[in-house]
């Protein structure tokens, strides 16, 4: 039997997800079965109005600037963070952002507007490759906003209270 880590799993696309899903619940793996159908349930895009509600805002938990680049004229780089690529150009032409927290229950330290992304590969975890932010910074510290027990939290267009963007 293979252990699969919830990193693995999220890191997963969602075809092959389902697929490990099935072979897990054809072999009687229930516990993994019902760990994928958890991950596949927070994965389910919200709708609002009918359509798709795209992800505005990226919490991750970064002890002490892991991975960040500060550059010269203020901008930083986030990290590499496990997170879909099919989030990102949306978030970006919706003046979204990104806030780093020591811990879950703490405002973030580092936040700032998305301006760019970049896929990198990874220094840990069990994923590969990730994506990297390009940010300018703002002020205001953030509570963390996100549902479930990793690393990264996402809050969707239609969360409330609903995000407004800073001033660039």
């Known amino acids: 039997m293979f252990v699969w880590s919830d990193e693995q799993l999220l890191a997963l696309a969602p075809e092959r997800l389902e697929q490990v899903r099935r072979n897990a619940a054809s072999k009687g793996e229930t516990s993994l079965a ?28 970064c002890q002490s600037d892991y991975e960040v680049t500060l550059l010269p004229d203020g901008r930083f780089w986030s990290g590499v963070w496990a ?24 405002k973030s330290y580092r936040q700032g507007t998305l301006i760019d ?16 932010f390009l940010l300018k910074p703002f002020d205001e510290p953030l509570v963390w906003f996100g549902n479930g027990s990793g690393e990264r939290g996402y809050r969707r267009v239609d969360d409330k209270p609903t995000w407004v963007p800073q001033p660039s």
């Open 34 to 61: 019902d760990r994928i159908a958890a991950i596949q349930e927070q994965r389910r895009p919200r709708r609002a109005g009918g359509a798709v509600s795209p992800v505005i805002g990226f919490h991750f938990k």
């Open 83 to 106: 997170v879909d690529e099919d989030l990102c150009q949306p978030a970006i032409q919706l003046g979204g952002y990104v806030a780093l927290h020591s811990a879950k229950r703490e």
């Open 117 to 132: 992304w970049k896929t990198e590969a990874r220094t840990k975890g069990k994923t590969a490759m990730g994506v990297s």
